[in-house]
């Protein structure tokens, strides 16, 4: 046991580095990883003491403390396993064809640079796009730290420099996360194209693990028909994403957003 703790310890530790060394740190999320490593390790020292002093910490602590913290250890863990089987769910969703508009979801813009995880999105909607010329698409997103323009501006840029006739876009550039993203694109195109969200057939279109939150959100605004439109994500750090996208799932239903 205590060498398996050992090991988690270093890849959580590893994982971390190569995420800096990778991606750098745009949030600070991924400090979760080196914490878990420290984690790790102090259990596996624990471990160590237990065996050669026949010293068990868990022995200062009264019985119903022991079953509560257990209890809740194992809750969690059947809850995080649920979860990261709703956004598998997600990931291997097949939109149908000529939905009547796309949301296309914001993600980081670095200056006017698109982000890795925003450029693999909109490839995707304009393959989506491309197959079903009667669609058109919203690109949804604000103004961020460290961004020149909105990602609506750099994902609308994007789309006409790939062909994509401008009629068929709609900028909307005030969202800072993915429940505005959705608030504000539904407004727009009831005003646009004059009909309610439950008579639109919506695809969302977000890199795979987001696809469940992303379309969840919009059923609790009342869309009927709505689908997701999975685009890939980065291989590296999709471990990353599914850990963060859970605590952003159970963020969400907290606050009543899902």
Excluded at 29 to 47: N, R
Excluded at 78 to 89: D, N, P, Q, R
Excluded at 114 to 142: D, H, M, Q
Excluded at 160 to 174: A, H
Aim: glycine share 8%; charged share 20%.
């Amino acid at each position: 046991m205590r060498i398996l703790f050992i090991l988690l310890g270093s890849f959580s530790i590893l994982y971390f580095i190569g995420i800096v060394l990778y991606a750098g740190l745009s949030s600070l999320f991924p400090c979760i990883w080196a914490a878990a490593g420290l984690v790790c390790y102090a259990i596996a020292i624990l471990l160590r003491l237990e065996t050669t002093h026949h010293w068990n910490i868990l022995s200062i602590f009264p019985k119903p403390v022991k079953t509560v913290c257990l209890t809740l250890a194992i809750l969690i863990v059947i809850a995080f396993l649920i979860t990261e089987g709703l956004i598998f769910s997600g990931m291997t969703q097949k939109p149908s064809k000529n939905l009547d508009t796309l949301i296309v979801l914001g993600a980081q813009v670095n200056g006017t640079k698109l982000s890795n995880s925003l450029k693999l999105r909109l490839k995707r909607a304009k393959e989506y796009l491309n197959e079903n010329p009667e669609t058109i698409a919203v690109v949804s997103g604000g103004k961020g730290s460290g961004e020149e323009i909105s990602e609506a501006e750099a994902m609308y840029e994007y789309l006409v420099s790939q062909g994509i006739d401008t009629r068929r876009l709609i900028k909307e550039d005030r969202s800072t996360n993915t429940n505005e993203n959705l608030k504000y694109s539904l407004a727009l195109l009831e005003k646009e194209l004059n009909k309610k969200p439950e008579e639109l057939r919506i695809g969302i279109v977000t890199n795979g693990f987001h696809v469940f939150r992303g379309t969840s959100i919009g059923k609790k605004m009342g869309c009927r028909q709505i689908e997701g439109v999975p685009a890939k994500s980065n291989k590296f750090l999709q471990l990353n994403y599914l850990v963060r996208e859970c605590l952003g799932i159970w963020k969400d239903k907290l606050v009543g957003n899902l």
